[in-house]
């Protein structure tokens, strides 16, 4: 009986004695980190790099761009309709004219950005008038002629632009002298009196 007693005994100081050698585990929480070295330890952490972002492209109206600003260039364009209307004036007025021909002057209004022309404004319209004279010198002779004109397109009614024009273009054979003038400024001469050479002279003929 107290054999087995002793084996029971010393069965337990062995356990024991191999618990004791082992130790209880460190948690692994109590490992601490390795620090860090360097310069790397002391810098902050750097933010991502953000884009700025594009500004938006602006598409102007149809109305912005049609009242943009305009670039202006001198133009001209047919007359149409008023040549006839001219001819048969002065073949009313018993004014022999080998050639009538209408042209309208003014400005282009051109799109800066395009180049593209969106309007034109009429200034006014130039009345060319080829008349068969036999003398060019005879300057009572060219302006009663040049009288009859003018009071023969005084007739033709409203033309294209406020400031109405005639070029009257004396032909002597192969020569010829031109003369240019405003239907107004002409009017305005022949209602002070002005008749002849003295009317040719004022309209600015150069013989």
Do not use: H
């Amino acid at each position: 009986m107290r054999r087995g007693l002793n084996v029971t005994l010393l069965a337990l100081l062995l356990l024991l004695a191999a618990c004791g050698a082992q130790g209880p585990a460190a948690p692994a929480s109590a490992v601490p980190a390795a620090p860090a070295s360097g310069d790397a330890a002391q810098r902050p952490p750097t933010a991502a790099p953000t884009e700025t972002p594009a500004p938006p492209t602006v598409t102007p109206s149809p109305e912005a761009a049609a009242n943009a600003p305009c670039g202006y260039t001198w133009a001209s364009a047919d007359a149409p309709g008023v040549p006839e209307k001219a001819q048969a004036a002065l073949t009313a007025a018993g004014v022999r004219a080998t050639a009538v021909r209408a042209s309208v002057y003014g400005e282009n209004c051109v799109d800066p950005q395009s180049g593209a022309v969106r309007e034109f404004l009429p200034m006014g319209t130039t009345v060319e008038v080829e008349l068969p004279v036999t003398d060019l010198a005879d300057q009572d002779a060219l302006g009663t002629l040049a009288a009859q004109v003018v009071a023969a397109l005084a007739g033709i009614g409203e033309t294209p632009g406020p400031m109405p024009e005639a070029r009257l273009i004396f032909a002597a054979g192969q020569e010829r002298k031109g003369l240019q003038f405003k239907l107004a400024d002409a009017q305005d001469r022949l209602a002070e009196g002005l008749t002849g050479g003295e009317l040719l002279r004022a309209l600015g003929y150069a013989p």
